[in-house]
């Protein structure tokens, strides 16, 4: 009787351990990459072996992490006034807040925007790139108008984000979306827009005759091809020399 309860007894714990060693082997579909699968083998099937994934978001989205009250003209001329606003870069989209509920404004319909900063109250202007062309196509996103004139410049955000999947355990994971930011500026004439280099020898034939001027300004006053406040004075020096020969 003894000898019988002992056989059962080690039937059991040998039966256990080859199922929670079987069990720790299966991973959930998607989540990890085919050398996973050639590693352990995947059971489609086996709901139960699905690891706990819990996800983060790192870095920002958004045009600002603030809402902004301001005011949207759309495509078909209606105005959106009075509410906060946030840009959605991830999704090109605006964020309106109506009564503690946001709502959306896709970009294909809207024609531009503006916000106000507290609490300086000074207004930031911005377009819809998809009605400017770089190279005969279309700029998917918003533009923030930078400086006014003959010619503009424009600054464009955007994100580009990645997603990193890491294992903490046989059944627990992580999965963290990552958002990093870049800027770009472009020269605007008209509706066709010419991007701006960070080294300044290559815009030399964004200014045509006065390339040499515009660049002599720029070394004199140590600009900066990527900061937009050093951009503004050069492209306020450049909009002056325009003025002169008309």
């Known amino acids: 009787m003894n000898y019988t309860c002992k056989y059962i007894s080690l039937f059991v714990l040998i039966s256990l351990a ?3 060693e079987t069990q720790a082997q299966y991973f959930s579909p998607g989540f990890y990459p085919g050398g996973y699968y050639n590693r352990y083998g995947y059971n489609p099937s086996g709901l139960m072996n699905m690891p706990l994934v819990t996800y983060e978001k790192k870095g920002n989205l958004f045009w600002e992490k603030e809402w902004k009250v301001g005011r949207v003209v759309l495509k078909s001329d209606k105005v959106v006034e009075g509410y906060k606003l946030m840009y959605d870069l991830g999704n090109n989209q605006m964020l309106v807040m109506v009564n503690n509920d946001i709502k959306t404004l896709p970009l294909k319909q809207i024609k531009y925007f503006e916000w106000v900063h507290e ?5 930031s202007f911005f377009v819809n790139g998809l009605d400017y062309t770089v ?3 279309g700029l998917v996103g918003i533009c923030e108008v930078l400086t006014t004139g003959k010619v503009q410049l424009f600054m464009k955000k955007d994100v580009d984000i990645s997603r990193d999947n890491y294992l903490s355990g046989y059944y627990s994971a992580r999965s963290v979306e990552r958002a990093s930011s870049r800027v770009e500026f472009y020269m605007a004439q008209g509706n066709h827009l010419f991007p701006i280099s960070k080294k300044a020898k290559e815009n030399t ?3 045509g ?6 660049l002599k300004f720029a070394k004199s006053n140590k600009v900066k091809w990527k900061k937009p406040e050093d951009l503004i004075k050069v492209f306020d020096y450049y909009n002056s020399l325009l003025k002169d020969v008309e």
């Open 209 to 214: 005759e006065h390339a040499d001027e515009v």
């Open 18 to 20: 080859s199922l929670f």
């Open 135 to 137: 190279d005969g196509v």
């Open 119 to 123: 609490p300086d109250k000074n207004v």
């Open 205 to 207: 034939e964004l200014f």
